[in-house]
Every structure is written in C-alpha cells, then in structure tokens.
C-alpha cells in the first residue's frame, strides 16, 4: 500500500468524543494499567485473553452495524461466514 493509499483508509479510535486517540494507543494503555496491576501475580495465556478481549466487542459492533447480517458482517471482517459462525459459538454470541 502506498503512502496515498494508506491515508485514504479509515483509523480505528475510540468512542469517546472528547479524545482522538487511536485503538492501538488504547490497547496500549491498557496493557499498561493491567502489568501495573499485577503485583508480582504470575501471568499465561495473555495472547489469548488479549484476543478475546478485543475480538468479542469487535464481532459485537460489526454485527450490530450489519443489523445481524452474518453474511455481511463476514464480508467486512475478512473471514468466510463459517470462521465467523465458528467465533460466534465459541464466545457465546450465537
């Protein structure tokens, strides 16, 4: 993608109006607050947990804008509508 391309796509930030920050930023942030929040506690599967966390209100909000549409709402995401089922079941969404 090139430099003109890749200012015409769209950048994730939060819902918040007072602020533009990015997604990205906010992830960040909120990796931060929850190593802070630690103390010492041992820590696995984060990997996963960190997806879930964000794959859930993702498939949520896509679902939502596409009025339920699966097959819509798989087209948007980039995934076939099995892959899309498949993540529904697998988080309860379904």
Known sequence: MNTA????????????????????NCVRRSLNDYFNQLDGEPVSEL?????????IPLLEKVLEYTRGNQTKAAELLG????????????????
């Open 79 to 94: 995934l076939n509508r099995g892959t899309l089922r498949k993540k529904l079941k697998q988080y309860g969404l379904l």
């Open 47 to 55: 990997y996963t947990m960190v997806l879930a966390e964000m794959e």
């Open 5 to 24: 391309e890749a200012r015409k796509q769209p950048h994730l930030t939060i819902a918040r109006s007072e602020t533009h920050d990015t997604l990205r």
